[in-house]
């Protein structure tokens, strides 16, 4: 196959891309998303501060065009993010309690209802373990809400859309033996145990040289595949250049076609010129548009999964 999206298909895989909807006028842009991708995260158009900029007062207009061009297109949408401590509108940032707890709960159940039907995976929590040898929660707002915030969000999200898959998704979870990594794995087999209602794990994958891919990351897709989860790839960038950066972005595509239920990749952002990291060339195009040595290795390696 000559794309990478047909590329992945060959095995049932889909190969996503992030989207930002300012870009959708763009005509290289729309383009390469059309040709080469099958599957799309709205980058930051469907956050909370995006989607509910007024408490009860929803703002679905720039995200329907991501979701819509997306679905006009025939492509699967992956929702991000219901519950994040980022992004969240200025109304929500200083709340706390019950009445916190409850407008989280709230904005899942207007957001996953308004999209159900539509939507592959949503991302329900994003972030929520901490950095460092901890292994434990990160403080946020939403966090002292009390510890079981994350399950009362994925009760939720499955009442309001129960054929959406539902993913927690965090990064620098990719190195099995990282406190965050065994944090997250520790929580995903709780809530399997106790029927928490969980499909799937995101791995950000945001790799650079003091977060280089590390070498068990196949380990810790099957880890957690194991568990009776659904992983991806879902927001991969990797510094760097040239035939070291291709090898990276080979073994990653490499790890997740050697996991079954490593349902698929997704890339954040098309160009290089497109990427949220302000200097860099972490991404599978260049500025121009034109193919890198990366993205040929990418597709080399889904050729051959
Ligand atoms: O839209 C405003 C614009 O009106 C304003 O003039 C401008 C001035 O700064 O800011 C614009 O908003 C920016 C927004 O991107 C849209 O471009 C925000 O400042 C900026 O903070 C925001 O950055 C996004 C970041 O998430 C925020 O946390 C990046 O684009 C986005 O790529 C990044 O994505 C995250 C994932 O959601 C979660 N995982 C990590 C990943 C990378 O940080």
């Known amino acids: 196959a000559d794309t990478l999206a047909a590329a992945a298909q060959q095995s049932g895989r889909y190969f996503g891309t992030a989207v930002a909807a300012n870009k959708l006028g763009d005509g290289t842009y729309v383009n390469i998303l059309n040709r080469e991708f099958d599957m799309v995260t709205a980058e930051n158009e469907m956050k909370m501060d ?34 994040w401590h ?3 509108p200025g109304w929500m940032q200083n709340m706390g309690g019950t009445q916190l707890r409850n407008a989280m709960l709230n904005h899942i ?58 993913c927690y998704n965090d990064y620098n979870t990719d190195n099995w033996s990282h406190a965050k990594t065994q944090g997250v794995y520790n929580m995903v087999r709780d809530f399997k145990s106790r029927g928490v209602p969980i499909d799937c794990v995101g791995f950000q994958a945001h790799f650079n040289s ?3 891919v590390p070498s068990n990351y196949h380990t810790t897709l099957q880890n957690f595949a194991d568990l ?18 291709a090898q990276q ?57």
């Open 86 to 88: 980022m992004q969240q």
């Open 249 to 305: 972005f080979q073994g990653v595509t490499q790890a997740c076609l050697a996991v079954a239920r490593c349902t698929g990749i997704t890339v954040w952002g098309i160009r290089d010129s497109d990427s949220w990291r302000a200097s860099g060339t972490p991404l599978l195009f260049d500025g121009s548009g034109n193919k890198k040595q990366a993205y040929n290795s990418v597709l080399s390696a889904l050729n051959s999964g």
């Open 50 to 83: 995006a989607l509910e900029p007024n408490q009860n007062q929803f703002s679905y207009g720039t995200a329907d065009r991501i979701v819509n061009q997306a679905i006009g297109q025939g492509k699967r949408v992956r929702g991000h993010a219901l519950a």
């Open 210 to 212: 003091g977060n280089p």
């Open 228 to 245: 009776g989860v659904d992983v991806q790839i879902t927001e991969l960038d990797i510094e760097g250049s040239g035939s070291s950066q």
């Open 109 to 166: 159940t207007q957001v996953a209802t308004y999209y159900r039907g539509k939507i592959y995976a949503w991302d329900v929590v994003n972030e929520a373990f901490a950095d460092g040898n901890s292994g434990g929660r990160r403080d946020s707002n939403l966090q002292r809400t009390g510890n079981d915030w994350i399950e009362a969000a994925f009760r939720a999200a499955r009442s309001a859309d129960p054929n959406a898959k539902l």
